[in-house]
């Protein structure tokens, strides 16, 4: 499974992106997919995740109520629309797939896609 990550950009504070992270192959409505995030000089992070139905959706603190994670099995599909951007959430924003075990952490994800590049102006 290959996973590409699309849609990030240079926006303001208080704007607006969706990402998109397309896999290949037909197997995508059986993983459970994620998003994490990596800025500068910080470790990677858990930002959202979704089962592989639509729902449940599990987000970190930070974020609730600004992201929505959500997916289309008939697209391959998974988006983070990612609304009131804040400069901190500034990063390389990174899909996943195929959760094998704890729902944050890096090493559950079989799957990762390259990354795609969030940068929030002040």
């Known amino acids: 499974v290959q996973l590409q990550a699309s849609g990030g950009g240079l926006v303001q504070a208080g704007g607006s992106l969706r990402l998109s992270c397309a896999a290949s192959?037909?197997?995508?409505?059986?993983?459970?997919m994620g998003w994490f995030r990596q800025a500068p000089g910080k470790e990677r992070e858990f930002v959202a995740a979704?089962?592989?139905?639509?729902?449940?959706?599990y987000y970190t603190d930070s974020v609730k109520g600004r992201f929505t994670i959500s997916r289309d099995n008939a697209k391959n599909t998974v988006y983070l629309q990612i609304d009131s951007l804040k400069p901190e959430d500034t990063a390389v924003y990174y899909c996943?797939?195929?959760?094998?075990?704890?729902?944050?952490?890096?090493?559950?994800?079989?799957?990762w896609g390259q990354g795609t590049q969030v940068t929030v102006s002040s």
């Open positions: 192959g037909r197997t995508f409505s059986r993983y459970v």
């Open positions: 979704i089962d592989r139905s639509g729902s449940p959706t």
């Open positions: 996943a797939g195929d959760l094998q075990g704890d729902l944050k952490g890096i090493a559950s994800y079989n799957y």
